[in-house]
């Protein structure tokens, strides 16, 4: 990708420092710029992008979900009901801007990268590393014999 097609690059600031889930954040941010190139196309261009790249985006982020949740049931995480509540809104607003999408709505394509762009990061920064500092201090007190993390 050209840089004028990027629009968030990984940077380890974003590292919640459990390899398995950096790996799913690095695929998330992949995929947006991906879904961001699409929108830099002409309309008729952009469209056919936007919904051949947006099927991979909502399969894999249902992929990321439910493999951080079933980290997170693991782990016995006190705040996993909190945390779903966010996937699940997460989920329901991509829906609809889908949706909203097929029904010929204008821009739609711009504003859904920078949403997922702006959720993921702001996801990352305050929910996850939160429940990564619970699962490295679990860690380090060695209690975490059993549970995928790499």
């Known amino acids: 990708m050209s840089d004028e097609s990027i629009l968030v690059e990984w940077d380890d600031k974003y590292s919640v420092g459990i390899p398995l889930i950096d790996d799913q954040h690095k695929e998330l941010i992949r995929l947006t710029n991906e879904l ?21 985006t909502m399969d894999y982020v249902k992929y990321h979900f439910s493999a951080e949740e079933k980290l997170l049931e693991n782990v016995k995480y006190p705040y996993i009901g ?3 509540k966010q996937h699940e809104g997460f989920v329901l607003q991509m829906v609809n801007d889908v949706k909203s999408f097929q029904e010929g709505k204008k821009f739609v394509p711009n504003s859904f990268v920078r949403y997922l762009k702006d ?5 990352i920064a305050m929910m996850d590393t939160q429940y990564a500092k619970y699962i490295l201090d679990l860690k380090k ?5 059993n549970v995928l993390l790499s």
Request: hydrophobic content about 30%; overall charge negative.
């Open 36 to 56: 961001f190139q699409g929108c830099r196309t002409g309309d008729d261009d952009a469209r056919q992008y936007f919904m051949s790249t947006i099927r991979a």
């Open 82 to 84: 909190e945390h779903k």
């Open 119 to 123: 959720w993921i990061l702001s996801h």
């Open 141 to 145: 007190q060695g209690q975490l014999e």
